[in-house]
């Protein structure tokens, strides 16, 4: 690896520690992001995490208070795009039919995309606004 890109992944570790910490699980491969997203059974949630304002900003801290809902996922994964370049393309194969996004957030359940939150839906608006949306989706769907 070159002296810019070991910079580079330093400068970006504290954006995944903020994920990792609360309990997500890094997908970085293609057969990593497989292993999981074809699991049937359960629920799933998958954050396309990002450098970008809006997700740490936003989305990150959302994901934190989300959590602290009593309904939660059972499997909670991110890929980092733009880091893990191919197991984002990969994960976003499975949300068929929307444009790609990150940050994002995508709820699985019994292996089938039920619940989303796009950028748009992130962009703009507040951590509290980002994690009452994802509370309702887990109380939906988990």
């Known amino acids: 690896m070159s002296l810019e890109l070991d910079f580079y992944a330093m ?23 497989d292993q999981v ?23 990150r801290p959302a994901a934190a208070l989300a959590l602290e809902n009593e309904k939660k996922p059972d499997r909670l994964v991110t890929v980092f795009a733009g880091q893990d370049k191919e197991a984002t393309a990969r994960a976003r194969e499975y949300f068929e039919g929307y444009p790609p996004s990150s940050p994002s957030v995508w709820l699985m359940k019994d292996g089938k995309l039920v619940s989303m ?18 509370k309702e989706m887990f109380n939906q769907y988990c």
């Open 11 to 33: 400068m970006v570790q504290p954006m995944r520690d903020e994920l990792t910490q609360i309990g997500f699980q890094e997908l970085k491969t293609p057969e990593e992001v």
């Open 37 to 59: 997203l074809q699991e049937k059974t359960g629920t799933t949630l998958v954050f396309v995490n990002s450098v970008c304002g809006c997700a740490g900003g936003i989305a």
């Open 117 to 134: 939150l796009h950028r748009s839906d992130i962009e703009g608006t507040s951590a509290a606004h980002v994690a009452d949306r994802m």
